[in-house]
Structure formats: C-alpha cells, structure tokens
C-alpha cells in the first residue's frame, strides 16, 4: 500500500517552532519532488515549499519571510518542514505531498496541486497567541 505520512503538528505559542515530518510508505521519495502545503479553514490549500528530486531546488509560495526551510533527510527517507517564528497567521493543516520526477527534471519542483501524485492526510499546526 502507498503512503504519504506525516507527522509533528501541534499546538504551539506565537514564536515558537514546530519540524514536520514526511514519510513514505510503500515506495520510496527518491524519484519524488515533494511539497508542503497549507489550507487554513474556510480557504483553499495553497502551497508551502517544495524540493526537487536532488535536492538542488527549493520553490516557495506562501510568504514564510525565511522562517521555514525545507529539506531532505539522509537517503530520502523523509522530508523535513522546519518551521520557526512562527505566527497565528501559520495556523492550518499541513499537507505532504510527492510528485513523482523523471531524470530531466530532478532538479525541479513544482508549487501547484495539480501535478501531486500521492498526498497525506495532513497534520494540524495550531499558533496561539
């Protein structure tokens, strides 16, 4: 069975900072790009970050204003959401997802929905303040 896991939402004050974590099950990220994306309720999901296949390429599309990074654990086993600073603006369900990359385009990654393959179920990341 596929599957895309995430993990490390919570509850968290203004300021403080939260790793997400995306995993997955039954296939491996390696030819994936993958992303994160955010919908707050009554809004539609937007995306966060995305990295490339190899890691080379970084996209963003909701402002972060540096706050968060994304990156790549060591043999592609997860992908990580470093998120710091974080604001009550932040508060929402954060959605992992990979699009699956051929060797030409293993330096891109793409911000829109469209292209995703497989996606978690999401997180929720609460910002008190």
């Known amino acids: 069975q596929v599957l895309i896991v995430e993990s490390g939402g919570g509850l968290v004050h203004r300021g403080g900072s939260l790793r997400l974590s995306c995993a997955a099950s039954g296939f491996s990220l390696d030819h994936y790009a993958v992303a994160w994306f955010r919908q707050a309720p009554g809004t539609e999901r937007e995306g966060v970050l995305c990295i490339s296949r190899d890691g080379k390429s970084v996209n963003q599309e909701y402002n972060v204003k540096g706050r968060f990074t994304i990156s790549r654990g060591d043999a592609n086993s997860a992908v990580y959401l470093q998120m710091n600073n974080l604001e009550p603006e932040d508060t929402g369900i954060y959605y992992c997802?990979?699009?699956?990359?051929?060797?030409?385009?293993?330096?891109?990654?793409?911000?829109?929905?469209?292209?995703?393959?497989?996606w978690g179920q999401g997180t929720q990341v609460t910002v008190s303040s």
């Open positions: 997802a990979a699009d699956y990359t051929p060797d030409l385009l293993a330096s891109v990654c793409l911000m829109s929905t469209t292209p995703y393959d497989y």
